[in-house]
């Protein structure tokens, strides 16, 4: 497939002089979820599940059968299994509050990976203090991956929750979820799964992985901001208590108590980010038209060269599995002596957009040694001439540091 273009897709790549290598934070838009929300607002646009009228129908149907996309892609066994949320930040959340509080014990533990997005990290702190049970961490190797022994050390029969990313979104590492799933079932623990940054990349089979719970964010996934998704098993979801309330969330209301709604309203109070979800389906069928298959060997071609490229930088220090078929499509690196704020300053000056912080992952880097990190995220809307323009900006931003670096 022609990368070029398929880079014509995407206005905001075709109409500035840019390098964006941040799709670890949000992936662009392609003009096909973009006409989508239009269309939407120019001929459907009206409050779902709240009219009889012919419009409201409509706008209810576009919002449904999404949800009905959705549990196909991720081949989900109900459509009700399908909550929407704003972001997988909510989405975990939610969890959080309405199973963790419920269900967590005075001396039982959550088990998260020290990888963990704080997102899904600090709710478990609260309610681990809260419930006065105990948060313990699955640490990475020399490799920068979660080894069998630790998770077994880690999880056991104390365990009832393990939080873990599929891909670290700062290392780019991917986590053997498969394993520590299987694992923690045999444990008696359920699992709640953040695929933020492996469903824009990898196709996702909630079945096959057999996780309690699934999130992820749509806008790492070509679909518009502030739209996510939470999966949850039919079962578990029916046990849990509302996390929000309000409208249409209800069944009946009386003066002084309430009856709550079946799946999948029980979860979605008030009205929805219907745009959003019009354009997370806009998106699934565009990620579908391309092919996890395509995807997967551009950005497989393309991530070998960075790393191939970037090794051959003296100055750079890398921090990623040497294990390529572990690795997925984000890079994390230093200059030696120049803070990563300085360097994507500079690089930004050029036109390169990278990402340079923490990556909400403090405990990782402080677990690593360090504060921030530089990182450089891939689609398959890149081009290796990305990356070259990527490595010859770095030289620049050496050159012009180099001698106020310590030896």
């Not at 088990?111 to 419930?131: A, C, D, F, R």
């Amino acid at each position: 497939m022609d990368i070029k273009q398929i880079k014509k897709d995407f206005p905001l790549l075709e109409n500035n002089k840019i390098t964006y290598l941040d799709s670890g934070a949000t992936t662009q838009k392609p003009q096909q979820v973009i006409k989508a929300i239009e269309k939407f607002y120019k001929k459907t646009n009206a409050n779902p599940h709240r009219g009889a009228y012919s419009l409201s129908i409509e706008a209810t149907e576009a919002y449904e059968n999404t949800r009905t996309k959705i549990a196909k892609f991720i081949n989900a066994k109900h459509k009700e299994e399908i909550i929407f949320c704003k972001n997988a930040s909510e989405a975990l959340n939610l969890i959080a509050y309405s199973y963790g509080l419920d269900n967590l014990k005075e001396g039982e533990e959550v088990v998260l990976s020290i990888m963990e997005h704080h997102s899904n990290l600090v709710p478990w702190q609260y309610v681990t203090k809260k419930t006065q049970s105990n948060l313990k961490y699955m640490y990475i190797d020399e490799n920068y991956e979660i080894t069998e022994e630790e998770i077994k050390t880690k999880i056991t029969e104390k365990t009832k929750i393990v939080g873990i990313s599929h891909i670290s979104n700062v290392l780019g590492t991917i986590n053997n979820v498969k394993e520590i799933i299987k694992y923690a079932h045999k444990k008696g623990a359920i699992v709640v799964l953040d695929v933020s940054q492996s469903i824009p990349h990898l196709k996702i089979d909630v079945q096959e992985l057999d996780a309690d719970f699934v999130v992820f964010s749509g806008h790492k996934m070509l679909a518009p901001l502030g739209i996510g998704v939470l999966y949850g098993k039919r079962e578990i979801l029916n046990n849990m208590k509302p996390f929000l309330m309000g409208g249409d969330m209800i069944e009946y209301v009386y003066e002084q108590d309430t009856t709550y709604a079946p799946l999948p309203n029980k979860f979605e109070a008030g009205t929805q980010n219907v745009e959003g979800v019009i354009g997370l389906g806009a998106a699934i069928d565009y990620i579908n038209n391309i092919g996890y298959d395509t995807i997967e060997e551009i950005e497989k071609e393309l991530v070998k060269y960075a790393r191939q490229e970037l090794s051959k930088l003296d100055f750079l220090e890398m921090y990623m599995t040497p294990n390529e078929e572990n690795h997925s499509a984000v890079i994390s690196f230093n200059i030696n002596g120049v803070h990563p704020h300085d360097v994507s300053s500079v690089l930004d000056s050029q036109g390169i957009c990278i990402r340079s912080g923490n990556h909400c992952a403090q405990p990782l880097l402080r677990f690593l040694g360090f504060d921030s990190t530089c990182r450089a995220s891939f689609y398959f809307y890149n081009t290796k001439d990305d990356v070259d323009t990527l490595i010859i900006g770095l030289q620049k931003v050496y050159d012009m540091f180099k001698k106020y670096i310590k030896k």
